[in-house]
């Protein structure tokens, strides 16, 4: 999603929302390594810290902040004509959906893409396609499926490049649980269950 499909490249602005969850955070290390500037958007301060650590140069808090108000004071508000390539964002990561979804759209500079890989929040969101086609946007999917990027992300792990940030480990008799802190928002990184 984010260099086959999505082409982040070095000095591209990335917005990152639900960073601090398991796609989250390696979208966060991936864009740093291509050289992007990294915001990632999260619940807590406490995830803004982490995420400060694996990469992100700037965080936004989405439970004190509307992220399409901080990306317009930071960065920004995109227009059409004039300096639009320096206003606003280059790419959002959008795996959630829902409400999310078209704010996502308003952020984006002239040409910009919007990334998804998910719909953790709702796969039927509301649409306003005037963004799209008024800021020449592009939507891109990925399935993830593909060998050669499973074998480069793997590599990436191997070589230390890329970290696998695993929160906790649970034995099976305990899934509830840790479906509970997934549900609750509880979690940075991956939960992994074992057998």
Known sequence: MMFTNGRVTAGEKVLILGASGGVGVCCVQLARL???????????????????ALGADDTINYIEEDFVQAIYERYGKPVRRGVSRDRGVDVVVNY???????????????????????????????????FIWTFELQILGSNGWAREDIAALLDMVQTGQLKAVIDATYPLERAAEALARLEDRQVFGKLVIVP
């Open 96 to 130: 959630t959906g829902g409400d999310t979804w078209t704010r996502s759209l308003r952020v984006l500079r002239v040409g910009g893409r919007l990334l998804t890989c998910g719909a953790t929040a709702g796969y039927d969101p509301c649409e306003d396609i005037r």
């Open 34 to 52: 291509a050289g992007a500037t990294v915001i990632a958007a999260a619940g807590s301060a406490g995830k803004a810290t982490r995420l400060r």
